[in-house]
């Protein structure tokens, strides 16, 4: 995950500079952000029931602790940088496993160039796809490479040590993981994938405009270009998207990120009033912060997509060397998983 923007200003410069030139919606969606009252329609999901608390959905269920031995068993590869030897026994793990549960898994290969390195890299988006004849359909994703260097060391000795990043990712791999067991009976009438982005941690250096320097969200970017350019030749559309990313700490809570809030307000609404009906105490609707994410191409690329994150929450081990397994919990995990499936179940 990269980091968060506080002013409008700034985030406006930072898409432009960074992704090239794009429409945001007025900045007034965002601050005008009120809790007691109903977002506005954004288009994403006409006719869909208007009272989500009042639908009944089934409990899915979910082992939190073998989601936790997942996320284990892919912080033991070591480090997974995009194009490295760990990325692909990563890769070789999730693909048999998604492929075991049913999946249809495409591997979305492509290449990109560091401002900083010298050579472009190989890297590969997975989709692992439920109903996959469905035409409208619905998207969980996670990146799932691991930065090159805990940059927010203190100690810039630090930085090249092994840096294994459980929650900065590998939790969201995890946790689809475990999803896996459920998704073939899955009760839905739409199609589900499941989409693991590569290259959002390939950075090497941090210093520059606006504090970028490198480049964030190959995989991200490389996967909206692709949906945008097959636009009038692919059969399948995305209703929704949901990203998750720092959520899987023992107390996270998760406010309503902003820029979440600005491009796809009605699917944060109802997001969040599903975790509210399914009693998950980690989800407060109210004002967060904005953070530059994955689902700001899909966003651009006319998917509505939200950030599940709780940025604040897990500062203290972001890009740290002490992001470990051993900060993460699995009934955490659990209870985001529960809010997932029973949104998922309200999509028609």
Known sequence: M??????AGMAMIFGALVTGAFVWRPWADASAFDPDKPAKRDGFAAGRNEKPNEVAVKPIPFDAKRSMQYLKLLCDI???VSGSEGMAKQQEIVIKHFEEHGAKVVKQEFSAKQYSRKDRVAMVNLIASWFPEREKRVMLCSHYDTRPMAHEEPNRQNWGKPFLSANDGTSGVAMFMELAHQMKEFPTEIGIDFVLFDGEEYVFETTGTFGGGDKFFFGSEHFAETYTKTRTTRKYRYEAAVLFDLFAHPGAKF?????SWQAAPELATQF???AKKVNAKSF????????QDDH???NRAGIPAIDVIDFEGYRKHWH???DLPEQCSGEQIAEVAGVTTAWLQLRK
């Open 255 to 259: 406010p309503v990120e902003m820029n």
């Open 78 to 80: 070591g480090p997974r």
């Open 320 to 322: 740290k060397l002490s």
């Open 296 to 298: 700001l191409a899909l």
């Open 284 to 291: 407060v609707f109210e004002r967060g912060v904005e953070v």
């Open 2 to 7: 990269s980091r968060t923007i506080r002013t």
């Open 272 to 274: 969040w009033d599903i």
